[in-house]
Antibody
């Protein structure tokens, strides 16, 4: 079945970097994109950005510009999201989601990973 | 950035009651050449990732029960549940994909009365 398996929880010190991975199965990885969405404790959803697994095109929220790097590895059907210079307010559950997109502008996140908890604390 | 607001913040209704959740955008998300609204709805239950319910403001995702419907255009949108079921207790988020960053609304928490 179609699923996204995410990496294990992480605890990081302020100023460090974290990499979260998302491995896809059950579909042709390169024909979709991957979005990254985070959710701070008790808060709503925050869209961080997305990457096309087809050509590597990325769009990131300005808020994360310079701190986030999204990549894909089609040989392992895995997407990676690295967030640098971590702060305490980066503590959140980070989700990856499969993105179906097309030339009409449709952009839907139709399959989600289970989430990876990242805790930033000294 | 496009800002989405939702109302109410939370609501409590009885089983079988009709539910209406509103989402308002600070600018139009209607793409006129296609006459499509770049808005989706997601449902998130406690401890679970979000689930796609609706896209193009009113197109139901495959497998979503028919009691869920979406409407609206331009800047004002509505998600309606025609008869609350027990499994519908969740937080509902609207989401725009008209312009990056593809922002979410703050969510509406739906609970039993």
């Amino acid at each position: 079945q179609i699923q996204l398996m995410m990496s294990a929880a992480e605890v990081k010190n302020p100023g460090a970097s974290v990499q979260v991975s998302c491995t896809a199965s059950g579909y042709r990885f390169a024909t979709y994109g991957i979005s990254w969405v985070r959710q701070a404790p008790g808060q709503g959803l925050e869209w961080m950005g997305w990457i096309s697994a087809y050509n590597g095109e990325t769009r990131n929220a300005q808020k994360f510009q310079g701190r986030v790097n999204m990549t894909t590895d089609t040989s392992t059907s895995t997407a990676h999201m690295e967030l640098r210079s971590l702060r305490s307010d980066d503590t959140a559950v980070y989700y990856c989601a499969r993105v179906y997109y097309d030339s009409t502008g449709l952009f839907v996140m139709d399959v989600w990973g289970q989430g990876t908890t990242v805790t930033v604390s000294s | 950035d496009i800002v989405l607001t939702q109302s109410p913040d939370s609501l409590a209704v009885s089983l079988g009651e009709r539910v209406t959740i509103n989402c308002k955008s600070n600018q139009s998300i209607l793409f006129n050449p296609h006459n499509k609204n770049f808005l989706g709805w997601y449902q998130q239950k406690p401890g679970q990732p979000p689930k796609l319910l609706m896209y193009w403001s009113s197109t139901r995702e495959s497998g979503v029960p028919e009691r869920f419907s979406g409407s609206g255009s331009g800047t004002d949108f509505t998600l309606t549940i025609a008869g609350l079921q027990a499994e519908d207790v969740a937080i509902y988020y609207c989401h725009q994909y008209y312009r990056s960053p593809y922002t979410f609304g703050p969510g509406t928490k739906l609970d039993f009365k």
